[in-house]
């Protein structure tokens, strides 16, 4: 999909000028040494935690579901270090849009990348199944040769928000990591870059419904997931592989995962296919809890219809 790129003019209307404020400090602090951006950004995860949002109701719900076990001070504790990794993952935006790739390199350590040029080298296309993290962008840094040489292209997916110059960072933050980009409706563009044999950057772990959705369990809770996927298997004959990624702890940078391949054999029903991504999906974040994306009604949609968070 083709965007224009918005004139400067644009970043000087009033109604915009909270957010070009908002992105001209984001690019100076994207500079600060790393440990400095953590800080800062915990700070204002700090801020967003005592501000009154729906977001905390939502987070403490999904928390309270998905961890019954925690002590009532436990789920307070996850929820203060949730809010404190969100605030974090706003600023990684930041860095992954302006810092350098040699900043960078030092940054990111890969592992699995085996299992990833096992797949690459069966001469298809790639998907690395990827979740909604709070470091999420960081994970586009494997498409950079600065940091992974000898790879495919990456394509990445992104949704499309309401405000042009929101959009317009979040395209021009993706785009110094992949190839190009597509959005949930391009689905011809992205079955295209497989049979290209490209990797696609692909996170679908979030509510869904439509006609591919169906129900399974996700920390024991129903929840909809989209079938999609499969359906790229048979059309390309795509390996499709796990990719989380992991804030390390005392500012050591962070760690990308490749897991290995989940098989799609002949006549396999979709739902052991997304049962297996779900188990290692929840294996994965269940080791910091906090870095996940509890602020999304993910159980909003099941077959029984009962909503949780109502």
């Known amino acids: ?34 440990h400095w951006i953590l800080k800062l950004g915990h700070i204002l995860g700090v801020f967003l935690y005592f501000l009154p949002s729906k977001r905390s109701a939502i987070a403490i719900k999904n928390i309270d579901l998905c961890f019954p076990t925690l002590s009532d001070f436990e789920k307070k504790k996850l929820l203060k ?135 399974l369990e996700f920390f024991n809770q129903k929840a909809m997931a989209n079938t999609a996927i499969t359906r790229f298997i048979e059309i390309t004959g795509c390996s499709v592989l796990p990719f989380f990624p992991t804030r390390l702890e005392n500012h050591q940078g962070y760690s990308l995962t490749i897991y290995p391949e989940i098989n799609y054999a002949a006549n396999q029903d979709p739902e052991s296919f997304l049962k297996e991504f779900y188990r290692v999906l929840e294996e994965h974040i269940k080791k910091n809890p906090e870095q996940y994306y509890w602020i999304h009604r993910r159980f909003k949609s099941n077959l029984e219809n009962k909503n949780p968070y109502l």
């Open 1 to 34: 999909m083709e965007h224009k790129k918005i004139a400067f003019f644009n970043y000087l209307i009033p109604q915009n000028w909270i957010i070009s404020i908002t992105l001209l400090s984001a690019r100076l602090l994207s500079y600060l040494p790393f």
């Open 81 to 215: 270090k949730h809010f404190s990794s969100l605030g974090i993952g706003l600023l990684e935006v930041a860095m992954v849009r302006w810092k350098s790739n040699k900043a960078f390199k030092k940054l990111i350590t890969v592992n699995g990348l085996d299992h990833l040029r096992n797949a690459v080298k069966k001469d298809k296309g790639v998907i690395l199944m990827s979740a909604h993290f709070t470091s999420l962008e960081v994970s586009a840094l494997i498409g950079r040769k600065e940091i992974v040489s000898d790879l495919p292209p990456l394509v990445g997916m992104y949704r499309l928000g309401s405000n042009e110059i929101i959009n317009q960072f979040f395209r021009q933050a993706r785009l110094r990591s992949v190839e190009g980009l597509v959005t949930k409706f391009e689905v011809k563009s992205l079955i295209k870059a497989l049979k290209e044999k490209k990797i696609i950057w692909y996170a679908s772990d979030q509510n869904f419904t439509g006609k591919n959705a169906i129900e």
